[in-house]
Antibody, heavy 117, light 109 residues
Framework: EVLLLESGGGVQQPGGSLRLSCAAS????????MSWVRQAPGKGLEWVSS????????YDADSVKGRFTISRDNSKNTLYLQMHSLRAEDTALYYC??????????WGQGTLVTVSS | EIVLTQSPATLSLSPGERATLSCRAS??????LVWYQQKPGQAPRLLIY???TRATGIPARFSGSGSGTDFTLTISSLQSEDFAVYYC???????????FGQGTKLEIK
């Protein structure tokens, strides 16, 4: 069974930093591209960042470019999202997602990030 | 950037009725279109990939169709558990940062 368990969310002041983690199990983590997707309260889904199988290629939405960094440690079966210069509009539930042939086939349950003073 | 437009924004139907949800892409995406279902308080779940292939465990009452720019998700006979928000997404373009449609909320009439 594929399991994706996010952690690291919490309350942070504007301008602050957080690092999200996603522990993966139930599949060969190092064989799949991964992504982060977020959902602001009461809003739709927003793709945030993607990373290739071995981590040498990353892609970010314009809304987070230069502030967020996606990375992975295949030896630990873990995906990360380092977030800097947080803004109020970054407040959202952040989902870790396993990708298959481009699209997402499994989602974690999410970790909540709240940016507020 | 390809924009996906879903319609209607809200669809009010009764159990047993047929639901038809639309997703239109601003540019050609071939059949690289997927549908997700999201129930309140839950993560999204993959329903349809390749525009028309049901994901594992998805009931046969769900079907997808279309190619190019116009796509449809049909639920043949609504069950109570089908009332949720449905999103479409394309994965045709590069780089792999794929916007979602804005969603269609399927609610009980």
């Amino acid at each position: 069974e594929v399991l994706l368990l996010e952690s690291g969310g919490g309350v942070q002041q504007p301008g602050g930093s957080l690092r999200l983690s996603c522990a993966a199990s139930g599949f060969t983590f190092g064989s799949y591209a991964m992504s982060w997707v977020r959902q602001a309260p009461g809003k739709g889904l927003e793709w945030v960042s993607s990373i290739s199988v071995n981590g040498d290629e990353t892609y970010d939405a314009d809304s987070v470019k230069g502030r967020f960094t996606i990375s992975r440690d295949n030896s630990k079966n873990t995906l990360y999202l380092q977030m800097h210069s947080l803004r109020a509009e970054d407040t959202a539930l952040y989902y870790c997602a396993k990708r298959f042939s481009g699209y997402i086939d499994f989602w974690g349950q999410g970790t909540l990030v709240t940016v507020s003073s | 950037e390809i924009v996906l437009t879903q319609s209607p924004a809200t669809l009010s139907l009764s159990p047993g009725e047929r639901a038809t949800l639309s997703c239109r892409a601003s540019q050609h995406v071939s059949r690289n279109l997927v549908w997700y279902q999201q129930k309140p308080g839950q993560a999204p779940r993959l329903l349809i990939y390749g525009a028309s292939t049901r994901a594992t465990g998805i009931p046969a009452r769900f079907s997808g169709s279309g190619s190019g720019t116009d796509f449809t998700l049909t639920i043949s006979s609504l069950q109570s558990e089908d009332f949720a928000v449905y999103y479409c997404q394309q994965h045709y373009t590069w780089p792999p940062v794929y916007p979602f449609g804005q969603g269609t909320k399927l609610e009980i009439k």
